[in-house]
């Protein structure tokens, strides 16, 4: 079964504006991942977050963590049409053997 | 460094055939997965291999799927019987050492069609 489910299914936008995404979850977890996967590709790590932590940036990325509310957000901000995927957020839970489980992804399309 | 490599890229079968997947993970990476991807889906975990001992196969279909990491370094993937239900991109993985917070890098994938 998938922990995550992200939020919105897919997300069309202008080029330079800012793309965020959420995922939430359904049991406690050691961490949570957001993966990218291009068309036709493999999955690609972005960031990791920690539960003991609320924030991180990576670049143009920005991730929060509320584990109050079971709940994550990816931030891109300033587009790019490079930024056109699939992403996933994946969540180790605290409970069960160390593996990662994914959510049904959030497609992003960047308009030129 | 080279990535996860995996063959073949995409594969057309009949349902009732049998197919297997190759994958070679990144040198020294102890940790090798394989997963499932059906369109439109997050990957599924199939199986979870430390070296060549299995962790986690909680989620393979032992009725028809097998895997094998001899070695502890390539591993194959096969499916026997398949059904139409298995069309989907098999994605294999490695990481270094397998805990939680380690970075999983990814193959291409193999497509898979079942007729």
């Known amino acids: 079964s998938q922990q995550g489910e992200e939020d919105p299914q897919a997300l069309s936008i202008q080029e330079g504006e800012n793309a965020t995404m959420n995922c939430s979850y359904k049991t406690s977890i050691n961490n949570l991942q957001w993966y990218r996967q291009n068309s036709g590709r493999g999955l690609v790590h972005l960031i990791l977050i920690r539960s003991n932590e609320r924030e991180k940036h990576s670049g143009r990325l920005r991730v929060t963590l509320d584990t109050s509310k079971k709940s994550s957000s990816l931030l891109i901000t300033a587009s790019r049409a490079a930024d056109t995927a699939s992403y996933f957020c994946?969540?180790?839970?605290?409970?069960?053997?160390?593996?990662?489980?994914f959510g049904q992804g959030t497609r992003l399309t960047i308009n030129p | 460094e080279a990535g996860v490599a995996q063959s073949p890229r995409y594969k057309i079968i009949e349902k009732r055939q049998s197919v297997a997947f190759w994958c070679n993970p990144i040198s020294g990476h102890a940790t090798l997965y394989w997963y499932q991807q059906i369109l439109g889906q997050g990957p599924k975990l199939l199986i979870q291999f430390q070296n060549n001992g299995v962790v986690d196969d909680s989620q393979l279909p032992k009725d028809r799927f097998s895997a094998e990491r001899l070695k502890g370094v390539d591993s194959t993937l096969k499916i026997q019987p398949a059904k139409l239900e298995d069309s989907a991109v098999y994605l294999c993985?490695?990481?270094?050492?397998?805990?939680?917070?380690?970075?999983?890098?990814f193959g291409p994938g193999t497509r898979l069609l079942v007729l």
């Open positions: 993985a490695s990481s270094d050492s397998g805990g939680g917070e380690e970075t999983q890098y």
């Open positions: 994946a969540t180790d839970a605290v409970q069960g053997a160390q593996k990662l489980v």
